[in-house]
């Protein structure tokens, strides 16, 4: 299609609406980076220069991404490295460019027709719309506080936070529990005390919980009745040396 009309391509991928419950779905450079996968991957199995090119698989590299894009090569390398941290893509690489190939690509196209009286034999109950938009709304909140807390701790730490980190990220907020303002103020604590690594971070969140804080509230409420300053972290027994 390079210079071509868009018209003359007459095919098309499909693009649930689910995808707005997507954990990247308000990253707008992996968002972007995804859907223009989608639209270049491969329809059909077939090969390219010996290698096998399946369906939902396209060859590329990070500069011809970065220029049909027009985003830097920094933006691209990062986008990827978030897809692959979530396996929404796996990347073959050979000396001369990468397969990049789309996990759940059958998913995405599948065949969704619903005939017009299945809808109208299964029209859920006012209960189940309400429930369904509650749902839909704390899966929006849950979402936009994990994006909010991957955003910070790359601007608080000053560097791209790999996988393993995004996934500490992740497990602090839904195994752990761990409020957004705990978080975030771990993370500053970590800055504060010359500290730049998550092992520092998650000490001060685990000594929190340990001394039973569910929030910065009751950090403060336990101040006043002691009155005395009570020190918001205790984390000399954390190993120092980075992970």
Same mark, same amino acid.
């Given at each position: 299609?390079?210079?071509?009309?868009?018209?003359?391509?007459?095919?098309?991928?499909?693009?649930?609406?689910?995808?707005?419950?997507?954990?990247?779905?308000?990253?707008?450079?992996?968002?972007?980076?995804?859907?223009?996968?989608?639209?270049? #991957?491969?329809?059909?199995?077939?090969?390219?220069?010996?290698?096998?090119? =399946?369906?939902?698989?396209?060859? %590329?590299?990070?500069?011809?991404?970065?220029?049909?894009?027009?985003?830097?090569?920094?933006?691209?390398?990062?986008?990827?490295?978030?897809?692959?941290? $979530?396996?929404?893509?796996?990347?073959?690489? &050979?000396?001369?460019?990468?397969?990049?190939?789309?996990?759940?690509? *059958?998913?995405?196209?599948?065949?969704?027709?619903?005939?017009?009286?299945?809808? %109208?034999?299964?029209? =859920? $109950?006012?209960?189940?719309?309400?429930? %369904?938009?509650?749902?839909?709304?704390?899966?929006?909140?849950? !979402?936009?506080?994990?994006?909010?807390?991957?955003?910070? #701790?790359?601007?608080?730490?000053?560097? %791209?936070?790999? =996988? &393993?980190?995004?996934?500490?990220?992740?497990?602090?907020?839904? *195994?752990?529990?761990?409020?957004?303002?705990?978080?975030?103020? #771990?993370?500053?604590?970590?800055?504060?005390?010359?500290?730049?690594?998550?092992?520092? $971070? $998650?000490?001060?969140?685990?000594?929190?919980?340990?001394?039973?804080?569910?929030?910065? *509230?009751?950090?403060?409420?336990?101040?006043?009745?002691?009155? !005395? =300053?009570?020190?918001?972290?205790?984390?000399?027994?954390?190993?120092?040396?980075?992970?």
């Amino acid at each position: 299609m390079d210079g071509g009309n868009m018209n003359e391509d007459k095919s098309f991928i499909k693009l649930h609406r689910k995808m707005i419950n997507w954990e990247w779905y308000k990253d707008y450079k992996i968002k972007d980076l995804f859907i223009h996968l989608l639209l270049k #991957a491969n329809w059909k199995d077939g090969k390219f220069q010996g290698y096998d090119v =399946p369906r939902g698989s396209l060859v %590329t590299g990070r500069k011809q991404l970065a220029e049909e894009l027009n985003f830097s090569e920094q933006s691209i390398r990062t986008a990827i490295k978030r897809l692959k941290s $979530t396996n929404e893509i796996t990347i073959k690489t &050979t000396k001369k460019f990468s397969i990049i190939t789309i996990v759940n690509y *059958e998913q995405y196209q599948e065949n969704n027709q619903v005939s017009n009286q299945q809808l %109208t034999n299964s029209q =859920p $109950t006012t209960n189940q719309q309400l429930t %369904t938009i509650e749902e839909y709304k704390n899966i929006r909140n849950k !979402e936009y506080i994990f994006s909010s807390c991957c955003n910070m #701790a790359e601007e608080i730490f000053g560097r %791209t936070i790999n =996988p &393993t980190e995004v996934n500490l990220i992740k497990e602090w907020l839904e *195994e752990k529990n761990y409020s957004e303002e705990l978080i975030k103020e #771990a993370m500053r604590l970590t800055i504060v005390n010359g500290k730049k690594y998550f092992n520092y $971070t $998650t000490g001060i969140l685990q000594n929190w919980e340990d001394r039973g804080f569910k929030s910065l *509230e009751d950090i403060r409420q336990k101040e006043n009745k002691k009155q !005395e =300053p009570v020190e918001l972290f205790d984390c000399d027994w954390i190993n120092e040396e980075e992970n």
